[in-house]
């Protein structure tokens, strides 16, 4: 133990509340899996992060300290046995995820289980002037105000600022702040400007095998770390992509393989970020702008915890933080927001589904809308047959909306900050530690500002040329599948959709900019570039399978657009295309809806074929140009199945690169 471990751990047998902000690699389990074992009940420990759960858990049990965890990859029968467990004085330690599958039964379970402490790790996700807030992990926190003023409380986090602080200490009560330096003595900090997303690639080509040792690449899209993962296995690299589109057990092997070494770099979004617990990670590198200080130095924190020398490395190009930008201003709430909402739970209670289904919102901005209007007592969530319903309890025409422009000034200050760290330090360190409010005037003597390194990065033609031959045979799948499906013969599905293949991906790609200038810039037909990426991924993906009959998406505003560049890749295929396929009525763009249910419902039912007879045992090639969510290539593909076509496989000019929303 450290002589500051033993200060929260005393603190926590005199029954006080911590909130204790230590740097990643400190120690801070420590400080509450040791008092878990004297308690004479069950330490709760409330985590967003499953995989690092899972690890805790894993080694509490090999230590004979009986522990589990509760999260909502789970089945219902799953969780009840861990809480009768619980309730039963099983475990020592239970841990829980914030989603709502599992508030309802940690709420209940309070009343029957004996709690000796409860823990608040990653505690500022309960804030929302942190960088990694969660509305859920805010509620499901709120239990914890119920609990005597006497009752243990231990909150932790690696990263706060003082707006942050004071908003934990306000939900947690009363309680003592312990603080360390946020110093990492064996990083290595660097800065290395970059043109453009081609340079980024040239980099890592040119200088990955200087890094020694295992890493970690972070992303901004689930698009950008499966291409990148990609990238990296061509040069011959056992690089393996990581992100939250990934179902429970896959996330899980490949958690298993990099704990095991089987992986040199995992490219992973923020999803993998707080999350894993691996000793010897020698790298760190950022392919994208993180949106805050502390989103940085949080990710970073998984580097070098073995005390070794860690390298971390930020491709900086100032441009990359438009998407940051968009996404704080997406997610302001409007009055408008907070009106559609109040008007639908006075009709009648109405699951989260439900709301977005009728008022249109994104998934994000929904829930900071409803997290909002519980704190303001204007709804509550009650539970109906099983299922979290909100209900209307009060409203007033005056909404809140200074709030959330102040938080709106304040994200878009820390962005500054950010580009501040890239542009103007004079020492990475110590620019960090001083805006995290760990005041110190030394230089720390190791990142390139100190060492006054060359900090910009300009590839030669033929790293570039390397690159962009590997976006040339490079063309993403379509994976529109469920689960279930993927088991399903395609004789028994009702859905004969299979997957099927992009030329390319939507945003700032070559095939993105062509699209946008046909589509949006009145340029005229996809130029004959778009119809030979087309027959290319064709070719490569489907190779010899055979089609009888080409179809496209009917357009809702790009007149023949597409129709035009059907006709000629079915002219380049030799494969025969019908013009049948039709909309019922006039559709909204599926620019319009803000997420995946109101992008099913824009399509349901919208779509017919004349004449029908001739689709009977067919396997047909349907064609669009943009694919977002899906939903209108699930919906097509659909009634194609049900009006008796035998398989229909899509081929798309450009796949989005998505959303947390989708």
């Known amino acids: 133990f450290y002589k500051s471990q033993w200060k929260v751990i005393k603190k926590l047998f005199k029954s006080k509340r911590v909130l204790l902000i230590e740097k990643t690699g400190f120690g801070k389990s420590l400080c509450y899996q040791f008092p878990a074992t004297v308690f004479p009940g069950v330490t709760v420990v409330l985590s967003p992060l499953i995989s690092l759960m899972r690890d805790q858990v894993q080694q509490l049990n090999d230590l004979n300290i009986p522990s589990n965890l509760i999260y909502g990859g789970q089945t219902t029968d799953e969780k009840d046995e861990i809480l009768f467990a619980a309730m039963a004085g099983q475990y020592k330690l239970l841990f829980i995820s914030p989603e709502r599958q599992a508030n309802y039964q940690w709420i209940e379970a309070v009343r029957d ?26 509620k499901i926190v709120n239990t914890v105000k119920s609990f005597p003023k006497t009752f243990p409380i231990l909150a932790t986090t690696a990263t706060a600022t003082d707006h942050v602080i004071r908003d934990i200490r306000s939900q947690i009560g009363r309680s003592t702040l312990m603080r360390g330096h946020l110093d990492r003595p064996n990083f290595h900090l660097s800065v290395i400007r970059i043109r453009n997303d081609t340079a980024k690639y040239s980099y890592l080509k ?62 992973s979004t923020n999803a993998l970020g707080m999350g894993i617990n691996k000793k010897n990670i020698r790298f760190v590198i950022h392919t994208h702008f993180p949106g805050s200080l502390l989103d940085y130095y949080q990710e970073i924190g998984r580097a070098g915890r073995d005390g070794q020398k860690a390298h971390i490395v930020l491709l900086y190009n100032s441009k990359d933080d438009r998407p940051i930008r968009k996404g704080i201003e997406n997610n302001l709430p409007t009055k408008e927001s907070y009106l559609s909402v109040i008007e639908q739970v006075k009709l009648r209670s109405q699951s989260f589904d439900d709301l977005l ?42 909404i809140p909306l200074s709030h959330h422009k102040k938080l709106k000034d304040y994200r878009l200050g820390e962005l500054e900050v950010m580009h501040d760290y890239c542009r103007k330090a004079e020492c990475r360190v ?22 006054g390194l060359k900090n910009f990065y300009i ?96 357009p809702s505003e790009s007149g023949d657009l597409l129709r035009n560049f059907a006709v000629s890749v079915s002219e380049r295929l030799n494969i025969p295309i019908h013009h049948g396929l039709t909309m019922k009525g006039p559709s909204i763009s599926q620019k319009n809806p803000q997420n995946i249910l109101t992008k099913q419902e824009n399509v349901k039912g919208g779509f017919q074929f004349e004449p029908q007879k001739e689709l009977k045992d067919k396997r047909i090639l349907l064609i669009d140009d943009i694919c977002d969510s899906g939903a209108t290539i699930r919906e097509i593909s659909l009634y194609l199945s049900t009006s008796g076509a035998m398989e229909i496989a899509p081929l798309v000019i450009a796949k989005t690169v998505g959303s947390k929303d989708f």
């Open 113 to 138: 289980i004996d709690i000796s402490m409860v823990v608040i790790d990653e505690a500022h996700c309960i804030s929302e002037w942190g960088h990694d807030f969660r509305p859920a992990y805010q």
């Open 430 to 451: 110590r620019y960090i530690r001083n805006h995290l409010k760990d005041r110190t005037i030394k230089f720390c003597g190791r990142c390139d500002l100190c060492k």
């Open 206 to 267: 040119q200088h990955l095998s200087n890094f020694e040792g295992q890493g970690l690449l972070y992303c901004q899209t689930r698009v950008d770390a499966e291409c990148y993962a990609m990238f990296l296995k061509g040069l011959g690299c056992n690089a393996v992509s990581y992100h939250g589109g990934y179902d429970n057990q896959k996330r899980m092997t490949i958690e298993k393989g990099f704990m095991e070494d089987r992986y040199q770099i995992v490219c």
């Open 459 to 554: 590839p030669e033609k033929e790293i570039r040329d390397y690159v962009d031959r590997f976006w040339d045979a490079f063309h993403p799948e379509l994976s529109l599948l469920s689960a279930d499906e993927v088991l399903t013969p395609m004789d028994k599905r009702k859905n004969r959709l299979t997957n099927g293949v992009a030329c390319s991906y939507y945003g700032n790609t070559e095939v993105g900019q062509l699209i946008r200038r046909s589509k949006y810039q009145k340029g005229g037909d996809f130029p004959a570039a778009l119809i030979h990426k087309a027959v290319q991924a064709f070719q490569s993906y489907f190779n010899q399978l055979s089609f009888d009959m080409i179809l496209y998406v009917p």
């Open 357 to 398: 289904l009728n008022t249109g919102l994104s998934n994000s901005l929904l829930k900071i809308v409803l997290s909002n209007m519980e704190k303001l007592k204007w709804m509550d969530s009650i539970y109906e047959s099983g299922d979290l319903k909100y209900r209307h309890l009060k409203s007033s025409d005056k």
